[in-house]
């Protein structure tokens, strides 16, 4: 079916409040019906005249300011490019027909450029709230009473101004929110091959919010049938996050290589982390897994614990090897290393703490959570566990943090 043909003049004509198109010079081009009705002209009075000729200042009235404080905004709009939105102001328009004549009225106007492909302004949608009546209906007369009431539609005014301010804060988080998740994207690895034992990863950013960028995982093959498996999660959030976690997990995935353990490879990543700007607080799980010793050796920045869940059904969190997050002491401390048995088959999930945390929440509360989804997921493969154990446990309408997973079956 073909898209309806619309009608741009129609549509225009029927919006809702005043709205009028002016050139770059300032000259009017078109106006809609509530613009014409509201200002008490006709269209043949508008077209193609200045503005300020049609509209200008009250001459009875050495205080009137409108003209000047709008033309201000329509020529900042014309210099820079850029939307420009106006604070109630009182601008007097003469009856056109009763001349000498002039009529009170309150204005909260809005200049919006119109911009050709060179990025030059050609026209400026000049869109006025009249808030006249809403005023009067506050009651009083003359100069005193006037200002008065200006002062109480002041609140009005600022309302008006925090939403066009919130409105342009979300749309510079929503851009700030996909170049940092593409640039998580690019530095997050693909799962590397670990021979024939099957791995899944996840990240799933928050949804809503500015609070993505900050987990990440890492898998490094080590010499023999070993691998080395992380999950950190930098505080912070969006692009200053992405860059910290970046930096991190390239130190940590570097370390891996010569470190003769977790605990030697945390401990190059603490000293490391005292030289990047953000990176203080991040905890980091490291988890070193050697299949020929059927043995996982862990050692733990205050990340939540690795859960290893054994063919029988058993959960088993690995929490013997906990210390505090990177930056925490001020002094170079040895970190703690555990070490622990795996059977065949068994299954090693590391995850960050968007997985298991919910607010006012006590940990063990998500991690019994874990526990539970992963007895009742285990027989699954490690893709299939790990989109079960999102489906489980992460809210189905939105989370405030991002996560990170990683399942490798042993």
């Not at 049609?54 to 490019?81: C, H, I, K, M, W």
């Amino acid at each position: 079916m073909r898209d309806p043909r619309i009608d741009y003049e129609a549509a225009f004509q029927a919006l809702p409040g005043m709205v009028a198109l002016l050139s770059p010079d300032l000259v009017f081009a078109d106006a809609n019906e509530d613009f014409l009705r509201l200002a008490g002209r006709t269209r043949e009075q508008l077209l193609g005249r200045y503005i300020f000729d049609v509209f200008p200042e009250n001459p009875n009235d050495p205080a009137a300011a409108g003209s000047r404080e709008v033309e201000a905004s329509l020529q900042r709009v014309v210099a820079t490019g850029e939307r420009d939105s106006m604070a109630l102001l009182r601008y007097d328009i003469e009856d056109a027909d009763r001349p000498g004549h002039w009529e009170e009225h309150f204005w909260s106007p809005v200049n919006s450029p119109v911009l050709d492909p060179d990025g030059r302004v050609v026209l400026i949608v000049h869109r006025v709230e009249e808030v006249t009546e809403l005023i009067r209906a506050r009651g009083g007369t003359g100069t005193d009473s006037s200002r008065a009431r200006v002062l109480e539609a002041e609140l009005y005014t600022r309302s008006r101004e925090l939403q066009e301010i919130n409105e342009r804060l979300r749309r510079a988080h929503a851009r700030e929110r996909e170049v940092a998740l593409a640039l998580q994207e690019a530095m997050l690895p693909a799962p590397v091959p670990v021979g024939h034992h099957r791995a899944a990863v996840r990240y799933r950013p928050a949804v809503g919010t500015l609070n993505v960028c900050g987990d990440w995982y890492d898998m490094v093959e080590l010499p023999g049938d070993r691998i080395a498996v992380a999950v950190g999660d930098v505080v912070g959030h969006g692009l200053e996050a992405a860059g910290v976690m970046g930096q991190l997990r390239s130190a940590l995935s570097a370390a891996a290589r010569v470190a003769d353990g977790p605990a030697q490879a945390l401990e190059a990543l603490e000293l490391y982390a005292r030289h990047v700007a953000g990176a203080e607080s991040t905890t980091v799980v490291k988890t070193y897994i050697d299949w020929g010793i059927h043995t996982l050796t862990y050692s733990s920045a205050g990340h939540p614990p690795p859960a290893l869940l054994d063919p029988d059904g058993t959960v088993t969190f690995l929490d013997r090897a906990t210390d505090p997050p990177l930056g925490a002491r001020p002094e170079h401390v040895p970190r703690p290393e555990a070490s622990t048995a795996f059977a065949e088959g068994a299954t090693l999930v590391l995850y960050s703490d968007g997985l298991i945390e919910r607010r006012g929440e006590d940990i063990d509360v998500g991690l019994a959570r874990l526990a539970g989804s992963l007895v009742r997921h285990g027989r699954a493969g490690p893709e299939a566990l790990a989109d079960a154990l999102l489906a489980d446990l992460l809210p189905p309408a939105s989370t405030n943090d991002d996560t990170a997973l990683v399942i490798i079956r042993l």
